[in-house]
């Protein structure tokens, strides 16, 4: 089993509508969980951390499942400039490590 | 404000050829890392330095492939020799320290192509 995995998609939604998207990961012992952001032939950046209790900022909440094993991203009344892909991201061991990053989910906001 | 700086932002050369690229991360940035992305593979770690010592390079690919930090702003990454399978996007992240929280900061990348 991968250490993350996601559905690469794409995901095509109309503007407006809510879009969520799961990732699972595989070592339980985890420490750390993130939402990256990348753009086309751009570098990723951070969209945002996930936090056990569940997290929100603006439109984005992203959730945790600790159980399940996986994080999910919610997106509430889409933008097209939310067209993207997605990276979920695991700090599998804690401290200054590098991150396990998932392919990523492409996400495209139609008009 | 500056973000992680990388050099080359593209090269092209051809294979068996040494290739190295730069990095220089976030002022007060105690990490730094590397990673390579490509369609298949997704984004991969390489390596990454604390405080300028290699913490863990199990993500080298292999001996051909070595990295450096003899500063706290500068990093380069080298390839001797430069195989067509080394193409791909390499990039350079920095953050602040030991703190899993910390954001990783990302550099625009140096796109690697051997032909």
């Known amino acids: 089993r991968k250490e993350v995995e996601q559905d690469p998609g794409p995901f095509n939604v109309p503007e407006g509508a809510t879009v969520a998207f799961n990732c699972t990961y595989s070592?339980?012992?985890?420490?750390?969980f993130f939402w990256y952001r990348q753009d086309c032939r751009k570098e990723p950046k951070l969209l945002m951390s996930?936090?056990?209790s569940g997290n929100e900022d603006g439109r984005f909440t992203a959730q945790l499942n600790r159980a399940s094993q996986y994080i999910s991203l919610l997106i509430r009344d889409s933008k097209l400039s939310d067209s993207a892909t997605y990276l979920c991201?695991?700090?599998?061991?804690?401290?200054?490590?590098?991150?396990?990053f998932g392919k990523g989910t492409h996400l495209i906001i139609q008009p | 404000d500056a973000g992680v700086i990388q050099s080359p932002r593209h090269e092209v050369t051809e294979m068996g050829q040494e290739v190295t690229l730069r990095c220089k991360p976030i002022?007060?940035?105690?990490?730094l890392f590397w990673y390579r992305q490509t369609m298949m593979r997704g984004l991969e770690l390489l390596i990454y330095?604390?405080?300028?010592?290699?913490?863990?390079d199990s993500g080298m690919p292999e001996d051909r492939f070595s990295a450096k930090m003899p500063n706290a702003s500068f990093s380069t990454l080298k390839i001797q020799p430069s195989e067509p399978r080394d193409s791909a996007v390499y990039f350079c992240?920095?953050?602040?320290?030991?703190?899993?929280?910390?954001?990783?900061?990302f550099g625009d990348g140096t796109r690697l192509s051997i032909l």
């Open positions: 992240a920095s953050s602040l320290g030991p703190d899993t929280n910390q954001p990783q900061h």
């Open positions: 070592n339980s012992a985890s420490q750390s």
């Open positions: 996930v936090y056990s």
């Open positions: 991201v695991v700090n599998p061991r804690g401290g200054a490590d590098g991150l396990t």
């Open positions: 002022s007060g940035h105690n990490s």
């Open positions: 330095f604390n405080n300028n010592v290699p913490i863990d």
